[in-house]
């Protein structure tokens, strides 16, 4: 796994408590390739459109998980990549 942006772990522990999160229920390094996928396959300010998305969806319980989002978003990529946008 890629080493993470300096800070960012740091920022996650402080950042996610205060919305009374755990920073070890934060997919770092996961979110930050979705967000790559998305940024290179649509348009860059959709990344973290789709993140809060994500987030929202998860809140919500619309999506089983983190990971089952992921997979269906990377697949709306593929598809959005197809279509020739």
């Given at each position: 796994?890629?080493?993470?942006?300096?800070?960012?772990?740091?920022?996650?522990?402080?950042?996610?408590?205060a919305l009374?999160?755990?920073?070890?229920?934060?997919?770092?390094?996961?979110?930050?390739?979705?967000?790559g996928v998305?940024?290179?396959?649509?348009?860059?300010?959709?990344?973290?459109?789709?993140?809060?998305?994500?987030?929202?969806?998860?809140?919500?319980?619309t999506i089983?998980?983190?990971?089952?989002?992921?997979?269906?978003?990377?697949?709306?990529?593929?598809?959005?990549?197809?279509?020739?946008?």
């Amino acid at each position: 796994m890629p080493e993470l942006p300096e800070h960012l772990a740091e920022w996650v522990e402080i950042a996610a408590p205060a919305l009374g999160l755990e920073a070890e229920e934060v997919p770092i390094a996961e979110l930050l390739s979705l967000t790559g996928v998305v940024a290179h396959g649509v348009v860059r300010p959709a990344a973290p459109v789709t993140s809060f998305l994500l987030g929202l969806a998860l809140g919500r319980g619309t999506i089983d998980s983190a990971a089952a989002g992921d997979a269906r978003l990377r697949e709306l990529v593929a598809a959005w990549q197809e279509r020739g946008k």
